[in-house]
């Protein structure tokens, strides 16, 4: 659905981390493009979520933010503005900015969420969050990184997007046992509440840095359980033989819509030549 750009463009190396919102009634996709250098957020919308107009870069890294990322974020909707947190930074910290169209964005001057003390699942690192709204409160879940560089996932919760308390009494999710799709970690969250109860898709990475996609659900969005009778989901095309990730969801009327990142080269991180496509979830 949202392909590589040419030769030369700032999104020629990758395309991922679909992030999709409503917005005054067309769907906005807030993207991460890779040039092979440098991540960048780049817009895109749609009538229908299905076909969708490129917009071109509307978040390059800046100042405290360093030169290598400003992308793999979460939008929402709040109010008349579009609330976009992002990672940024070396050590990966969580920022924040603002808009009211789309494509001008006002930032916070500093990061809103930072790496947790020493010896924390997260001290050498925040990324890759995922926001929503509940009860009253921000909720965010996003992937943690201890000194070993292994990758949990963690919450935390505002009442103003800025201000985030972490709940450290654990980690999320454990990485899975071995052999299994998430040996190496999970992360890349996508949470949605339905029926009383918390559901979240996240990616799993294996032992030869393949990654699908999971399911975990949760009874107060803070303890969490991967669904051992859910099939992780691979990749089944040629584009996406190596990778699915990045989830992005919306609930629709007994089925959950995804957008996700898929590449046929099996990396943690870039170079996977990265797209988006998108697929349905229906309950049964």
Not at 49 to 77: M, Q
Not at 193 to 199: D, E, H, L, N, V
Request: aromatic share 10%; charged share 20%; net charge negative.
């Amino acid at each position: 659905m949202l392909a590589r750009g040419a030769a030369g463009e700032w999104d020629s190396a990758d395309v991922l981390n679909p992030s999709v919102i409503r917005f005054r009634s067309a769907y906005w996709n807030l993207y991460s493009g890779f040039d092979g250098q440098t991540w960048r957020t780049g817009a895109a919308t749609s009538e229908d979520g299905a076909h969708w107009r490129k917009l071109g870069p509307v978040l390059s890294p800046s100042g405290w933010e360093g030169g290598y990322i400003a992308a793999n974020g979460s939008a929402l909707v709040e109010g008349e503005e579009i609330l976009y947190w992002y990672q940024a930074g070396e050590p990966p910290r969580i920022a924040l900015a603002r808009s009211r169209d789309g494509l001008a964005w006002r930032k916070n001057t500093e990061p809103v969420l930072i790496t947790g003390p020493r010896g924390s699942f997260d001290e050498s690192g925040v990324a890759d969050p995922y926001v929503i709204r509940s009860g009253g409160r921000l909720y965010m879940f996003y992937v943690g990184m201890d000194r070993a560089r292994r990758q949990r996932l963690g919450v935390a919760r505002s009442s103003d997007g800025v201000r985030w308390e972490q709940l450290r009494s654990t980690p999320m999710l454990e990485p899975g046992g071995i052999a299994s799709f998430d040996e190496m970690g999970a992360g890349e969250p996508a949470v949605s509440s339905s029926g009383g109860s918390y559901w979240m898709l996240c990616t799993g990475r294996d032992r030869a840095e393949r990654r699908r996609i999971g399911l975990a659900h949760s009874s107060e969005g803070v303890h969490w359980q991967i669904d051992a009778d859910f099939a992780p989901i691979a990749g089944g095309e040629e584009w996406d033989s190596q990778v699915i990730c990045d989830p992005s969801v919306e609930v629709l009327p007994g089925a959950v819509r995804v957008w996700f990142g898929g590449g046929d080269v099996a990396h943690p991180a870039e170079n996977i030549h990265g797209q988006i496509g998108a697929g349905m979830l229906r309950s049964h």
